[in-house]
């Protein structure tokens, strides 16, 4: 797949309402096969989220997720996307869960130049992205 966008997500709150992330996190990963690029799509099924009717982006897998062991109110989440983060997603998983959750990112896609920030809590503090390929 061309343009994969990668994303790493911070996200904090209540203990609840990150356990229940976590929950659906775990069973979605459990039940989709990895790779099919429909990971995404069944969390926000999971969550009783309509995507098709909001037109929401959610084409892409999550490869990897925990919680922070020293801060159990943090979850970190990595994602393959096509083309471009599937925030929105998790903005609406938010609303559903009272909004008890701060979300940061950041967003890489190297294949159109795309470095995003979005970063509510000092977790990333880096000013760019710098990507190379071919030769040394």
């Not at 995507?51 to 989440?77: A, C, P, Q, T, W």
């Amino acid at each position: 797949m061309a343009n994969n966008c990668y994303t790493t997500y911070v996200i904090t709150g209540t203990k609840g309402s990150v356990d229940n992330l976590m929950n659906a996190l775990t069973k979605i990963t459990t039940e989709v096969e990895r790779g099919n690029w429909q990971q995404l799509s069944a969390l926000a099924t999971h969550y009783g989220i309509d995507y098709e009717k909001s037109d929401m982006h959610v084409r892409g897998d999550i490869y990897s997720f925990n919680i922070d062991e020293e801060d159990e109110g943090k979850l970190f989440i990595e994602t393959d996307t096509a083309w471009l983060a599937c925030t929105e997603l998790f903005q609406s998983i938010n609303g559903v869960l009272n909004n008890e959750l701060s979300i940061s990112y950041r967003e890489m896609e190297p294949g159109c130049e795309i470095y995003c920030v979005h970063d509510e809590g000092g977790h990333f503090p880096e000013e760019c992205c710098v990507f190379a390929e071919g030769e040394d």
